[in-house]
C-alpha cells in the first residue's frame, strides 16, 4: 500500500476527532444554561491523543498497517444535581448540534453520534445515559431494560456498567464548572505526537 493512502487515512482520523471536539464544545455551550449543570468534560478515545492501531478496514487490517485510532462517536461525562429537566437537556443538545451543523459553523456531528453519561456531583455516582428519543417511554426496544425512563429521559443501558477508569482522565479533559465557567475548549486537548 502507498504511504500516500496511509497518509490520507491519517488525516481523516485526525479530522473526525477534531469534528467530535468541536461538537464536544457546541453542547458543552448549550448546556452551560442549565443551572443543575455542574461540570462538563470529554471522556473516551475523543479526549485523548489518537494512538495508532491496526484497524477494522479491510485493507489496513490484511496488510497489517497502522494508522491512528478511528474515534466512534463523542462520549461526555455530566455531572448534574437536579435530573427534573433531563427533556430540556436533551433538547437543547439536539438543536445546539442542529444550528451549528446548518451555520456551518459545526462539526457535521449528528445527535445520535453524542452519549452523554450523567453523575452525581461530589460522589461521581452514575445516574445512566441522557435518552435521545423525543419521548419518554417512546415505546422502542430499548425502553424495555427495567429502570429506563424511571427518570424522564434517564436511559439504562442493558448490561452497562461503568468501568472504574471512565472518569480517570477527566481533570485533564474538563471542559467547564459550574463555579469557574468554560475552563476549556476540546480543540486545546491533546494532539497525536
Not at 53 to 74: M, N, Q, S
Not at 99 to 105: K, M, Q
Amino acid at each position: 500500500m502507498r504511504q500516500s493512502k496511509i497518509d490520507e487515512q491519517n488525516r481523516y482520523l485526525e479530522a473526525r476527532q477534531r469534528d467530535f471536539r468541536a461538537a464536544a464544545d457546541v453542547v458543552a455551550a448549550a448546556f452551560t444554561r442549565f443551572s443543575e449543570v455542574v461540570a462538563i468534560s470529554v471522556i473516551g478515545s475523543v479526549a485523548k491523543p489518537l494512538w495508532k492501531e491496526v484497524p477494522r478496514f479491510r485493507e489496513f487490517h490484511r496488510a497489517g498497517i497502522e494508522v491512528w485510532h478511528e474515534c466512534g462517536d463523542l462520549d461526555l461525562a455530566v455531572w448534574i444535581d437536579s435530573l427534573a429537566r433531563l427533556g430540556e437537556l436533551r433538547r437543547a443538545f439536539g438543536l445546539a448540534l442542529r444550528t451549528a451543523r446548518e451555520a456551518g459553523t459545526g462539526s457535521g456531528i449528528a445527535e445520535h453520534q453524542v452519549d452523554i453519561f450523567l453523575f452525581q456531583p461530589a460522589s461521581d455516582r452514575y445516574l445512566g445515559r441522557l435518552c435521545k428519543f423525543n419521548a419518554c417511554p417512546k415505546g422502542k426496544p430499548d425502553c424495555l431494560v427495567p429502570g429506563c425512563g424511571a427518570i424522564a429521559f434517564s436511559k439504562v443501558v442493558d448490561g452497562f456498567s461503568p468501568s472504574a477508569d471512565l472518569l480517570a482522565s477527566v481533570q485533564q479533559s474538563m471542559l467547564y464548572e459550574r463555579k469557574t465557567g468554560i475552563l476549556m475548549s476540546a480543540l486545546d486537548l491533546p494532539r497525536p505526537q
